[in-house]
């Protein structure tokens, strides 16, 4: 019920059929919103929809008190805006998980390294700042946080571990794959 928040907002467009754009105008009735927010859901056609002949050519919009969806051609301007702000919504949402992600694997990997507990870990975040800034950190800047040498030494190779793994995932490639045929 923040002011603030609906007065900047245009339009609520989500990625999702009905179902979803029905949750969300529930939970916006809920909340009580002062000012009106205009919503609707994007969302692809299937076969179902229109027939095999209109397959893959339109995305139908779902706007709240309308018992049937528009379906725009996916050719108009109107319709490769709304295409391209679902597909950088995504972009958003996958880059956020990749970094969430990332964190609990640097975070917990700091929490696996025998000679770093909670208080070593949270010394090493107020001197650095970061995960990042730990994970840049040469050995010798360890050192001058207060690691001994060896568990400097064992961080920046666990770390640096867990970084090549959290990149090869993000570029799809496992362990399976990276086998060598014998």
Known sequence: ????????????????????????????????????????????????????????????????????????????????????????????????????HRVSLLTSALDGIPGIGPGRRQMLLQHFGSLDAIQEAPAVELERAGLPQTLAQSVIRVLSEIESRAILEEQGVTDDSREVPG
Not at 13 to 36: F, M, R, Y
Request: aromatic content about 4%.
């Open 1 to 100: 019920n923040d002011p603030e928040l609906s007065a900047g907002l245009d339009l609520l467009l989500l990625d999702g059929g009905k179902g979803q754009l029905n949750k969300i105008v529930h939970l916006l009735e809920q909340l009580g919103t002062s000012e009106p927010l205009p919503v609707a859901s994007i969302a692809k056609e299937r076969e179902s929809d229109i027939g095999e002949k209109g397959k893959g050519l339109y995305e139908k919009i779902y706007l709240p008190g309308r018992k049937n969806p528009l379906f725009l051609h996916r050719n108009p301007d109107i319709l490769h805006l709304l295409q391209r702000i679902r597909d950088e919504a995504h972009r958003f949402a996958i880059s956020h998980y990749q970094n969430v």
